[in-house]
């Protein structure tokens, strides 16, 4: 059996049977050879959306409450532990080898515990574009920041894991949690449930917080990068600064449009 340094997570982090079978290695060489799929899921996903919108035009909407329940809260429950056990394994690396090599190290996609969660991640991007599905079939109102999201987090899941980049780490454990909540607000409401306004209000500040961290987290990469230490690449960098900077201004219009700005007609007793 072979040792285990005591800076290995695995020593301090309990490992379930699935995590320690689960094969990382072949995991990173199947999505390098297969990553491109991730373009043609998109091109279907966006081809789906808008044809099914023309589809239901002439057609009365759906109920799908309790699909809705059961799909939010499966992806709840499934963000919630991805969120508990990459959460653990990037403390366990922030407290013994600090914030730098939180960022830089690539241990995240091979190491125990992590490793697991991190392609699963990586996968769940695809089936995620099933929420899109419910805004269609209900004939709810289908924002610009939900599809876009939802490709581009696609895109550029895949496209980054088969390189192992820095800064995965935080990208996916952020997004783990901001998902935790989010889903789980999504299957209450899903259930008929009062949610209280300040919720809603919490969770796009979040992904606002989020967004913005996703943010600085690249820049550091890209100033570590250039010192030699932090391996990523110029172009992967760039995409990430691109995603992110876009995501922090749609949804902080969105945080604008939907909270300050109904607050404030609110207030002055104007309509929208």
Known sequence: MMERNASDPGVLLREYGFERRFDGRGAIEWMQANWSKSLVFCVLYVALVFGGQSYMKQRPRMNLRRPLVLWSLSLALFSIIG???????????????????????????????????????????APELGDTAFIVLRKQRLLFLHWYHHVTVLLYSWYSYK????????????????????????????????????????????QIVQMAMGLAVTALVYRWLRQGDCPSRVDNVSWAALMYLSYLLLFSNFFYQTYLRRWSHAKTGKSE
């Open 163 to 206: 390189d192992m980049v820095a800064g995965g780490g935080w990208f996916m454990t952020m997004n783990y949690a901001v998902h935790a909540l989010m889903y789980s607000y999504y299957a209450v409401r899903a259930a008929g449930l009062r949610v209280p306004r300040p919720c809603a209000v919490l969770i796009t500040s979040a």
């Open 83 to 125: 969120a508990v056990r990459t959460g653990s394994y990037m403390l366990h690396i922030l407290t013994s080898g600090g914030f730098r090599r939180s960022i830089c190290d690539q241990s995240f996609y091979n190491k125990p515990v992590s490793r697991f969660w991190a392609w699963a991640f990586v996968l769940s991007k």
